[in-house]
């Protein structure tokens, strides 16, 4: 599966691009409270006052990694809801959607989990709306498979929880394990997650 938010990083020829990579990293390791534009600039090797002839501010970069992002989860969702199948087929692919976006873009998932409620006016409603509407699209997936007796019935938000808190911080764990095959992973967490360990 292709991603904007990749063919954007990807493309990264543009200074614009390249401030945001190089922040998403920093936001990473140092977290976004702690991390000044003067940082960004000293990691480039430019000066600070460079930065703005191509951004706002810090707020700005923090939007665009966040935002970004979120629009693809909602892409992603959107798509699996349109295609036919059973809705653990489709439980099957928001695993292998979160695993993609994991294993492309893993540092800008750690500012999305991690300072996501740093984000400012329109923007942080924007994205509270799109985490809360992807949420309910997944919970309804669920409750659908319980109903129609695909899934255990177990309550639907401990489903939702388990699978979600996996994949939320599947990008800690990755970028720690290593280069891990992503067909392997995949295999692996779907059987995981849908089926248990016993």
């Known amino acids: 599966?292709?991603?904007?938010?990749?063919?954007?990083?990807?493309?990264?020829?543009?200074?614009?691009?390249?401030?945001?990579?190089?922040?998403?990293?920093?936001?990473?390791?140092?977290?976004?409270?702690?991390?000044?534009?003067?940082?960004?600039?000293?990691?480039?090797?430019?000066?600070?006052?460079?930065?703005?002839?191509h951004i706002s501010?810090?707020?700005?970069?923090?939007?665009?990694?966040?935002?970004?992002?979120?629009?693809?989860?909602?892409?992603?969702?959107?798509?699996?809801?349109?295609?036919?199948?059973?809705?653990?087929?489709?439980?099957?692919?928001?695993?292998?959607?979160?695993?993609?976006?994991?294993v492309n873009a893993s540092e800008a998932l750690a500012a999305l989990n991690n300072d996501w409620m740093h984000l400012e006016g329109e923007d942080l409603k924007r994205f509270v709306h799109m985490r809360e509407a992807y949420e309910e699209n997944f919970r309804s997936i669920i409750k659908k498979g319980i109903e129609n007796g695909e899934l255990q019935p177990h309550h639907p938000e401990v489903i939702l929880f388990?699978?979600?808190?996996?994949?939320?911080?599947?990008?800690?764990?990755?970028?720690?394990?290593g280069k891990l095959d992503v067909n392997v992973l995949k295999k692996d967490m779907v059987s995981v997650l849908l089926r248990g360990i016993v």
Do not use: C
Not at 69 to 78: C, D, P, S, V, Y
Not at 162 to 177: E, H, M, P, V
């Open 162 to 177: 388990s699978i979600l808190s996996t994949l939320r911080t599947l990008y800690i764990w990755y970028q720690k394990r």
């Open 57 to 102: 501010g810090k707020q700005e970069l923090l939007s665009r990694l966040v935002l970004r992002l979120a629009e693809e989860f909602t892409k992603g969702m959107e798509a699996v809801q349109e295609q036919p199948g059973s809705e653990v087929s489709k439980i099957k692919r928001i695993i292998e959607l979160h695993i993609d976006i994991t």
């Open 1 to 53: 599966m292709l991603f904007t938010y990749l063919a954007a990083s990807m493309s990264g020829n543009t200074r614009k691009e390249e401030i945001i990579m190089v922040a998403s990293r920093l936001f990473k390791e140092k977290g976004y409270t702690a991390v000044t534009m003067r940082d960004i600039a000293q990691t480039m090797g430019i000066k600070a006052a460079s930065l703005y002839n």
